[in-house]
C-alpha cells in the first residue's frame, strides 16, 4: 500500500530552524512530484513548495519563499523541507503530497494530488 509519512515536526521558537522529511513507501515515486501543503489554525490548506521528479524545478509560495528549501533523494524515496526563520505564522500541520504529471508551477491551483501523508505538526512560538 503507498504511503506517504511526515516526521520532523515540532515546537521552535521564532527564527528557528526545522527539517520535515517525506518517506515514500509501497511505490516507487521517483516519477512524481512531491511537495509540502500547510493548514494553520482557522485557515484552509495552502500549498507551500514543490519539487519535480528529477528535482531539477522548485517552485514555493511568496510567504515562505527565501526561507524554505524542497529537496528530494529518490534513492531514498524521500522529500524534505528545510525552513528557516521561522515565524509564528509559519505555524500549521504540514502535509506531503506526490502527484504525477503536474508541473510544480501549477501545484498551487491544483485540485487534488495522487497521494497525501496525514502531516506533521510545526509550533513556532513568539
Known amino acids: 500500500q503507498e504511503q506517504l509519512v511526515e516526521t520532523g515536526g515540532g515546537l521552535v521558537q521564532a527564527g528557528g530552524s526545522l527539517r520535515l522529511s517525506c518517506a515514500a513507501s509501497?511505490?516507487?515515486?521517483?516519477?512524481?512530484?512531491m511537495g509540502w501543503f500547510r493548514q494553520g489554525p482557522g485557515k484552509e490548506r495552502e500549498f507551500v513548495a514543490a519539487i519535480s521528479w528529477s528535482g531539477g524545478d522548485t517552485y514555493y509560495a511568496d510567504s515562505v519563499k527565501g526561507r524554505f528549501t524542497i529537496s528530494r533523494d529518490n534513492a531514498k524515496n524521500t522529500v524534505y523541507l528545510q525552513m528557516n526563520s521561522l515565524k509564528p505564522e509559519d505555524t500549521a500541520v504540514y502535509y506531503c503530497?506526490?502527484?504525477?504529471?503536474?508541473?510544480?508551477?501549477?501545484?498551487?491551483?491544483?485540485?487534488?494530488?495522487?497521494?497525501w501523508g496525514k502531516g506533521t505538526l510545526v509550533t513556532v512560538s513568539s
Open positions: 509501497g511505490r516507487t515515486f521517483s516519477s512524481y512530484g
Open positions: 503530497a506526490a502527484d504525477l504529471g503536474t508541473e510544480v508551477t501549477e501545484w498551487p491551483a491544483r485540485d487534488g494530488m495522487d497521494y
